[in-house]
Structures are given as structure tokens and as C-alpha cells.
């Protein structure tokens, strides 16, 4: 993915218009290499996860560069995300995430919930503790995942008191599961395979994800 990732430090420091319209070749190059690579998680991630189809176009998990509202003069993004998910329940479910960017990439399992979704997994957690708990321990043992807990930077949500069982849990605002990615300079289905390897002993946090919102 070097080529992507070269293109991506290119456009932090000149994020306008003019800039990437002059280097549009390198972008098509970028977004070659990203196509290859959707296509080849997509395809190792269909061999142990049912729900993923390998029928679905897999450029459609690929992001956009374009900021909707763009703020600071950028317009932007500089970063790509690959998130593949069955397109299921209008988009409210988790995915497996490629993020790539200069400043880190990493791949991870990852569920964004929307305010209902939100509401939902805090409530399936709370009854389901000691199942999290040893998922993650299970999956901590074989791989280099890492629960991350950015995203908990608030106070408990209404309803929740200090000291309550699952506390670091019931703050997050996201739920995910991440690892730093292997080397960029692998070959597109080397790096695939790695990840792919790395996914399928991490699948039980995803199921555990899938079964708390009636997946």
C-alpha cells in the first residue's frame, strides 16, 4: 500500500482543489491499490464469516476523500477506510476496518452505534459481562488486538453510577478492537491474508457485537 500511503502524505500538506487535480494520476494509482486490496479481504474474510458476500461490489467499503462539510480550508480527508460489513440493518452494524493514513494505520473490528444502537449494546454488555470480558481475554491471548478506548472520554450515561459492573464499558461511545497494520510494503495478497488470519481469531468479539444488536 506504499503508493497509497505516499499519495495520503502528499495530500496533508497540499489539501485543495488545484493540487489534487494536478496529481489525479496518483490518486487513480491509490485507489487501484485499494480496490485490489477490498477485493482480496473481502474474498479471505468469506471463507470463515458467512454473512459477508463475496457478491457485493467491494468498492463500495471504500471512503470517499471528500469532506461533506469542510472545515479549516480542507477539503479533504487524508486518510482511507475499508469497511466491510454484510450492508445490512441501514448501515448500523460493525465492520471490519482497514484504516490506512501516515500518521497510523490499523486494521480493526469496529461498531459505530447510532443513538439507538447505542442504547441497545450498552443494555446487552450490562447482561453480558462476563462473556466480553472473557472474549477479550481469549482474543488478547492469541493476537494483538487491543480494546480501544478512545472513545471513553465522558462521564457514565445517565441512568449509570459510578462503580457500576461493565463502568469502562457503558462509557465508550464506540466499541473496537484494533491492531497497528503489518508492514505496507507487503504484497497486496500477503497483507490481506495477514489480516485475514488475525480476523478469523478475532470473530468471536464480532459475533459477540452482531448477537447484541439481534444480528
Known sequence: MRKTLEFLQSLQGNNNASWFLDHIGEYERAKAELDDLAYALVTK???????ISSEIDSARFISSLTIPKPKKKQIYYSHFDIAVSPLSNGGNEPVYLVHL????SYFSIRYDPDV??????RSYLTKNL???ESILAQVSEVTAFELNTDSAKGPLPKGYQPGVPGERFLKLTSYEIRWPMPDPDLKIPKLADTMSIEYQKAYPFMLFLRKGLGL
Open 101 to 104: 493514513d501516515p500518521e497510523g
Open 130 to 132: 462476563i462473556e466480553l
Open 45 to 51: 474474510l468469506t471463507a470463515f464469516d458467512e454473512v
Open 116 to 121: 439507538f444502537g447505542i442504547q441497545v449494546m
